[in-house]
């Protein structure tokens, strides 16, 4: 009863007890990929073959999972993207470190590899940035260095990558409710937000305010040794580059056609920023004006990704009908109605668009995502994610097939779930 079923599979009838002690280990096949391996379970035991660490940490997870007795099998497995995400939101709600180990382990026994936290936002900054203290003096509980260090430790021991993002050039009222040189009215102490929606005070548009941003990256490279940083550049509201005269005077200064493209000038000099530190920008795309070579999140639709890989991006498809968990699992009444729901069918049956013609390559992977604007606690999040995290899985490897199969093999995991303290939500098929 595997989630995420392998994606070949011939069970031959009969079992064999599971002993770890009797899985042989075949040399490395690098034809498998590095996160790829090979089963075959007879009566004698298990040869395992692995093309490489992961492989071997995913292949061992997948005996785990059939439990004590193993069927007399031949399994080969790979997954079919390489970035296979969820996003947790750690600003507007602060989650403990011992809640994102226990994500991690997650994470890792459904064989995702990407964690991506959300440190920053109008509701607060979560992360120490020790050249700039009051970032999170004005916003409570938030994680030092050294908490980093040892999530992103764990993290790699379970082969899962933590993506940071410090959302910009939106998304940043606790940072000017610190510091508001960095705002459009620098002589207006603005407050960490403690309303939902999207705040209308963005980043100025000063050199200092880049410089500013780019000390900043600097110290989240420091910690997070992953290639990408995510920095947003999502719901960025242009109306006071509109209203500001010196926004209007820097607009002029710089070249730019008007305040519409003040959000896109912020985001290159941070993806040339980062280029120069040898890493790349992840950005969320709303429209086709990202930073060159940067990697794009597209989640408005299920079109934007094919289309984003055309221009020249990377992508990840995240796409919010299909991937944001904190969607109720049915109607209600409330800040999501009418519209926003993500039933479990609705996840399971999301099929990511191939790349086009053109750009083979460009399509990374999904990842699904945890906004904690109305999940205060981490069991509000575990029953938000449980069970259709399980059905995002198997989209994620690529292993979705057939939904009843899927449906009977998910009663028992969630039941092994759920007897690790696992808070599991309703589960309406």
């Not at 049956?349 to 995502?369: E, T």
């Amino acid at each position: 009863m595997i989630i995420p079923r392998p994606r070949k599979l011939a069970v031959l009838g009969g079992t064999v007890a599971y002993d770890p002690e009797r899985v042989r280990l075949a040399p490395p096949d690098p034809t498998l990929g590095q996160e790829g391996y090979r089963l075959e379970i007879s009566p004698t035991g298990v040869d395992l073959t692995a093309g490489g660490d992961a492989g071997h940490f995913y292949a061992r997870q997948t005996l785990a999972l059939y439990g004590d007795a193993l069927p007399h099998a031949t399994i080969e497995d790979r997954p079919k993207y390489p970035w296979r995400g969820l996003m947790l939101d750690v600003a507007r709600h602060f989650m403990p470190t011992d809640f994102i180990r226990r994500l991690i382990d997650l994470l890792a026994l459904h064989k995702l590899n990407v964690l991506q936290l959300h440190l920053s936002d109008d509701q607060g900054w979560r992360l120490e940035i020790k050249r700039h203290p009051r970032l999170t003096e004005v916003s409570g509980d938030h994680y030092t260095h050294d908490d980093i260090r040892e999530l992103v430790a764990y993290a790699s021991e379970r082969f899962v990558r933590i993506v940071p993002e410090i959302g910009l050039p939106g998304h940043v009222q606790a940072a000017l409710a610190a510091y508001p040189h960095l705002g459009n009215d620098p002589s207006r102490q603005l407050p960490v937000w403690d309303a939902w929606g999207i705040s209308p005070h963005t980043l100025n548009l000063e050199e200092s305010t880049i410089t500013f941003f780019e000390e900043v990256l600097d110290e989240v490279i420091e910690i997070f040794p992953d290639q990408y940083v995510h920095v947003g550049g999502d719901e960025c509201r242009p109306g006071e580059w509109e209203r500001t005269p010196r926004a209007q005077e820097r607009i002029r200064e710089l070249g730019l056609p008007g305040a519409h493209a003040a959000r896109s000038w912020i985001m290159t000099r941070m993806a040339e920023h980062l280029q120069r530190r040898g890493r790349r920008l992840v950005y969320w795309h709303e429209k086709a004006d990202g930073p060159p070579g940067a990697t794009t999140m597209t989640w408005l639709d299920e079109q934007s990704g094919p289309l984003a890989a055309l221009e020249g991006r990377d992508v990840v498809l995240a796409p919010h009908t299909r991937t944001y968990l904190d969607y109720p699992v049915e109607f209600q009444p409330g800040p999501f109605a009418p519209d926003r729901v993500l039933t479990l069918s609705d996840a399971y049956h999301f099929d990511p668009p191939p790349a086009p013609p053109g750009a083979d390559g460009r399509i990374l992977g999904v990842q699904a995502q945890l906004w904690t604007e109305y999940m205060p606690t981490p069991d509000d999040v575990e029953r938000q994610t449980f069970p259709r995290l399980c059905a995002f899985a198997e989209v994620a490897w690529g292993s979705p097939q057939d939904y009843p199969d899927f449906l009977r093999r998910l009663d028992p995991h969630l039941a092994r779930l759920a007897a690790q303290g696992i808070h599991i939500g309703p589960l309406i098929p």
